[in-house]
């Protein structure tokens, strides 16, 4: 059995395998895509895959859509000339249940899979055919943080970015400047309203899009390749709108043992790749069942029934509190001392980590005690019931490979908002003692124990990746497994750092804390398990 359009064609055979295949007239929806596009989105990968396309697949089984999602990337295109393209645009999700049973079915939603390369006069040219197009409501965006960033942390313009300033709309290469050159087709086409949805998981991700998109607009204002009124029509939100979201599902890597399960049950090429650009990826997603999408409601050219679907439809101050509650306090941070911790003591597995009483106690300590008194309520969902199905359900599923590994790439640009907000939040209440946090101060310890490169036995440990880290590890330099730093070592600089951490940890009055956590786990090999033990107990 190949997963591709036959595969509607021979239900009896998928469905003794335990496949539930679309239900819904698959050539149909292409057709009704083509000519009437709703709903593109950028960013092929996963996350979109294994979630946001099979919001629409419902919609299309209930018949409430008639048209499919046109599925673009701006950055790996051997995502849909490998993966896109051989299966017809189809993907094979298994759904993997904390008691070792999975779901599986044939996501079919995805009309078209396209290179969003301006230099592709085929795949571009379908692109601004869709972007022309009046039925067109919605342009959502699964490209990680990092795509939305024009500049680095000096504030300085990537060379991508400067260049397609300079060059204009028709020769744009990075994902903002590709967006905003549909953008100025749509508007001389008849600037057809439209919402720029972010779909990503990063604190306000609307706000992110529309600044990148603003700013590559106003540059090409300046050098005459647009017109001011295409300017106004961008940053007018009854034409343009960029609603916030808050997503939370995890979608690791593909898994081996899923891979042979089903070929197994004969289903065939199912074997992941390693694109050119390092994305691992496969036909099949597999993803836990728990999941969330919070969207502010403002489309000004209407939108799917989403809510149909299982997404919480509301304002802005809600998807806000939502996003705060998860990130600040009821999962994100969980996710990063475990991360940390997971790297040093040699876990390869999240749900491994969770059967460690130690460890077990941290996050219940992060979360129940250190971040509920300043949770933001958002009333939509019970934040103790999020932390609960969190620690209790979704860490420990032990059928989920993700690894401590993954989850610590780019933790320089997560801590602010992970620990930062609550540190900030204690601060900024009378009623609460910032110096009775210890799990907080201890994560952040733990990290800068990690950025030593050297795990809890003494042995050489390989650092995820963080655009900070060249930097971070000069100022950690002299600091020694097996030796006391001394004040010259960097560390009050670090501390007092509040891009870092959101606030400055030496005026907070956590920083001697966090120094004697560390002194504790630099005492030699087996100190970082100690310390953990010595503070969660």
Not at 230 to 252: A, G, Y
Not at 347 to 362: G, K
Not at 483 to 501: D, V, Y
Request: some cysteine.
């Amino acid at each position: 059995m190949k997963l591709n359009r036959s595969c509607l064609t021979n239900r009896e055979a998928w469905e003794k395998a335990f496949v539930k295949l679309p239900e819904f007239d698959w050539d149909k929806m292409t057709k009704t895509t083509d000519k009437s596009p709703r709903w593109i989105h950028f960013g092929a990968g996963n996350i979109f895959r294994g979630f946001i396309a099979v919001l629409q697949q419902r919609l299309l089984e209930l018949g409430l859509e008639e048209s499919g999602i046109i599925a673009a990337d701006t950055f790996d295109y051997d995502i849909i000339e490998k993966i896109y393209i051989p299966f017809d645009n189809m993907t094979m999700l298994v759904s993997l249940k904390p008691d070792g049973t999975m779901e599986r079915e044939v996501v079919a939603s995805v009309a078209r899979g396209i290179k969003a390369d301006v230099g592709n006069k085929t795949d571009f040219g379908y692109l601004v055919q869709a972007f022309e197009n009046p039925s067109l409501q919605m342009v959502s965006f699964t490209i990680t943080e990092k795509g939305y960033a024009l500049a680095n942390f000096r504030g300085e313009l990537f060379p991508v970015v400067e260049k397609d300033m300079e060059e204009g709309p028709e020769k744009a290469g990075h994902a903002m400047s590709v967006v905003a050159s549909l953008l100025l087709k749509r508007y001389l086409a008849g600037g057809f309203p439209l919402a720029l949805v972010s779909m990503d998981n990063c604190s306000h991700n609307g706000e992110k899009l529309k600044d990148s998109i603003v700013a590559i607009a106003e540059a090409w204002t300046e050098k005459g390749y647009a017109s001011k009124s295409f300017l106004s029509w961008v940053q007018d939100e009854d034409k343009v709108s960029f609603p916030w979201s808050m997503i939370d599902k995890i979608t690791p890597r593909p898994a081996e043992v899923v891979q042979k399960l089903l070929e197994e049950d004969g289903i065939e090429d199912m074997a992941p790749i390693v694109t050119s650009k390092n994305t691992y990826i496969a036909p099949f997603v597999n993803a836990e069942i728990p999941q969330y999408l919070v969207v502010e409601d403002r489309f000004p050219n209407g939108r799917p029934d989403l809510e149909k679907a299982g997404v919480y439809m509301t304002d802005r101050d809600t998807v806000n509190k939502t996003e705060r509650m998860k990130v600040t306090t009821c999962l994100n941070p969980l996710h990063t001392a475990l991360a940390v911790f997971g790297c040093l003591l040699g876990y390869n597995s999240i749900a491994a980590e969770m059967r460690d009483e130690d460890l077990t106690a941290l996050v219940e300590r992060i979360g129940y005690r250190e971040g509920l008194p300043v949770v933001t309520d958002p009333g939509i969902l019970s934040p103790e019931e999020f932390i609960r199905e969190v620690i209790k359900y979704r860490l420990p599923n032990p059928f989920i490979p993700d690894a401590p590994q993954r989850i610590a790439t780019d933790t320089s640009q997560k801590i602010p908002i992970r620990f930062g907000e609550t540190i900030k939040a204690y601060l900024a209440d009378d009623k609460l003692d910032v110096q009775t946090l210890t799990a907080i101060p201890l994560s952040i310890a733990g990290w800068l124990r990690y950025l030593l490169g050297v795990d809890d036995k003494g042995n050489a440990m390989d650092i995820s990746s963080d655009p900070m880290l060249s930097e971070l590890k000069e100022q950690l330099k002299g600091i020694r497994l097996g030796e006391r730093p001394g004040r010259e070592e960097g560390l009050e600089e670090i501390l007092s750092n509040p891009l870092l951490f959101g606030t400055d940890l030496v005026k907070a009055g956590l920083s001697g804390t966090i120094e004697v956590m560390l002194c504790e786990m630099l005492e030699g090999p087996g100190a970082v398990r100690k310390t953990l033990h010595r503070y969660v107990k």
